[in-house]
């Protein structure tokens, strides 16, 4: 299961870390994910990072803003968003993937598990 948390409204420019809990004692050995869905458009991948955390990826709208990493200790998997702009409003989702651990990747079909969502709005 897995418990995103974090979200909140910020003004454009602004910071803000959203993270993402797992239950289970295998969480260290998956790929996680991070995706968006602004409202009325489809969801999209915003970045990923393997199950070491040695591989991350970025969609391009944030790459050099946005940064995914992940702590196995502690189950979570945390995405630190700054630089925040009102193109970056929408119900943020986190995700596991099994068999691609190494390298889950931006296809929404490479993930088994997906949290809830937390909603992440910026003010202009």
């Known amino acids: 299961q897995l418990q995103a948390s974090g979200g909140g409204l910020v003004q454009t420019g602004g910071s803000l870390r959203v993270s993402c809990a797992a239950s289970g004692r295998t969480f260290s050995s998956y790929g996680m994910g991070w995706f968006r869905q602004a409202p009325g458009k489809e969801r999209e991948f915003v970045a990923a990072i393997s199950w070491s955390g040695a591989t991350t990826d970025y969609a391009d709208s944030v790459k050099d803003r946005f940064t995914i990493s992940r702590d196995n200790a502690k189950n979570t998997v945390y995405l630190e968003m700054n630089s925040l702009e009102p193109d970056d409003t929408g119900v943020y989702f986190c995700?596991?993937?099994?068999?691609?651990?190494?390298?889950?990747?931006?296809?929404?079909?490479?993930?088994?598990?997906w949290g809830q969502g937390t909603l992440v709005t910026v003010s202009s």
């Open positions: 995700a596991a993937s099994v068999l691609r651990a190494t390298r889950p990747g931006s296809r929404q079909t490479a993930y088994d598990y």
